[in-house]
């Protein structure tokens, strides 16, 4: 039987990915148990994490199974990720073996790789986590790469459903935010292509130089024909905002210069400006708009204290959403169908 991996929200269909929804809803009510005893995900962090590595690991004790946590270089070998590498260096333990092996142990392995390389064409191809799921013959789950982070996808999905109820051709904003560093740019398109799969009408505010990846605008403006949304791109940020019901505020680096950091440094001078504030939420449509961040957040860089201590701010409901989207998800991939 052909596996199936959970690697980008577009991989699966637009009902199966509202199956899972329905699931994880009926999970938060409490109504399903049990389903994955004597299971066992198997679960590899290259890169930090709070929510996901807390939610996947509840996630699999709530249910009767067992998460383990590797974490390469700290109580685990170093990992080598290039698979022609010639290993006499610092890596101890290749991809390739490490996919194998967590295959014959677990009954599904989950990883984050964050990118790492300083060139675009190569790190866009996201080869660490396809490489995982090419030489593992279980699921592999993404739990963010250089280009997608689907379970936090399927948090925003149903978080931004629970707030606003029916979402076809309601106003989603995208916003770029500053911040002191260039980040990955997997959350932004993966919560665009959240978006898409609700039918929203999306515009993606960002300055000169901060597109994403031309793909990943493809990805959401495909997705969101399908479903009845649409996509537009702007530069004014005010105006973006002026009528919106839910405003996703992150910042990702320039993909102009991806793996130069002084360069994008420079790049990003001048533009703190770019910041969800209270008198922007007030823009919003009849000044209710949701207020959404991935998490972790600068607060008062990305997002000023008095938003996300609002009434109008859903980070921490999208925080706990990943819990239950990820309950439904190994239900579906390596648990007992629920009635």
Request: proline content about 5%.
């Given at each position: 039987m052909t596996k199936r991996d959970f690697l980008a929200m577009e991989d699966w269909s637009p009902d199966q990915v509202d199956a899972l929804l329905a699931l994880a809803v009926r999970c938060k009510r409490g109504e399903i148990e049990g389903g994955l005893a004597k299971k066992v995900l198997a679960m590899v962090f290259m890169d930090p994490s709070l929510r996901t590595r807390a939610s996947m690991e509840t996630a699999m004790f709530l249910h009767g199974g067992h998460a383990v946590c590797l974490e390469p270089g700290k109580g685990s070998w170093t990992m080598e990720t290039d698979l022609d590498a010639v290993m006499d260096?610092?890596?101890?333990?290749?991809?390739?073996?490490?996919?194998?092996?967590?295959?014959?142990?677990?009954?599904?392995?989950?990883?984050?790789?964050?990118?790492?390389?300083?060139?675009?064409?190569?790190?866009?191809?996201?080869?660490?986590?396809?490489?995982?799921?090419?030489?593992?013959?279980?699921?592999?789950?993404?739990?963010?790469?250089?280009?997608?982070?689907?379970?936090?996808?399927?948090?925003?999905?149903?978080?931004?459903r629970e707030h606003l109820g029916e979402t076809?051709?309601?106003?989603?904003?995208?916003?770029?935010?500053?911040?002191?560093?260039?980040?990955?740019?997997?959350?932004?398109a993966s919560a665009a292509i959240a978006a898409a799969h609700l039918g929203m009408r999306i515009t993606i505010a960002r300055p000169p130089g901060y597109d994403l990846d031309p793909d990943d605008y493809g990805a959401i403006r495909s997705l969101a024909s399908?479903?009845?949304?649409?996509?537009?791109?702007?530069?004014?940020?005010?105006?973006?905002?002026?009528?919106?019901?839910?405003?996703?505020?992150?910042?990702?680096?320039?993909?102009?210069?991806?793996?130069n950091p002084d360069a994008e440094r420079s790049w990003?001078?001048?533009?703190?400006?770019?910041?969800?504030?209270?008198?922007?939420?007030?823009?919003?449509?009849?000044?209710?708009?949701?207020?959404?961040?991935?998490?972790?957040?600068?607060?008062?860089?990305?997002?000023?204290?008095?938003?996300?201590?609002?009434?109008?701010s859903a980070v921490v409901d999208e925080a706990e959403n990943r819990l239950h989207v990820q309950r439904a998800l190994l239900l579906e991939l390596i648990g007992r169908n629920p009635d």
């Open positions: 260096g610092s890596t101890v333990e290749h991809i390739i073996e490490a996919a194998r092996v967590l295959g014959r142990y677990a009954d599904a392995l989950a990883v984050r790789t964050f990118p790492k390389g300083n060139d675009w064409t190569i790190e866009r191809q996201d080869r660490t986590i396809r490489n995982f799921a090419h030489y593992c013959d279980k699921p592999v789950i993404n739990l963010e790469s250089s280009r997608r982070h689907p379970c936090q996808g399927l948090a925003d999905a149903l978080t931004i076809q051709g309601k106003r989603f904003v995208l916003m770029w935010a500053w911040h002191p560093k260039a980040l990955p740019t997997a959350v932004p399908q479903r009845g949304g649409s996509l537009e791109l702007a530069d004014d940020l005010d105006g973006a905002i002026d009528g919106a019901h839910a405003v996703y505020a992150k910042s990702w680096g320039s993909l102009l210069h991806f793996g990003r001078d001048g533009k703190r400006d770019w910041r969800l504030t209270a008198d922007r939420m007030r823009r919003t449509a009849g000044g209710t708009g949701i207020a959404l961040h991935c998490l972790p957040v600068r607060r008062n860089v990305e997002i000023d204290g008095a938003v996300l201590d609002g009434p109008q």
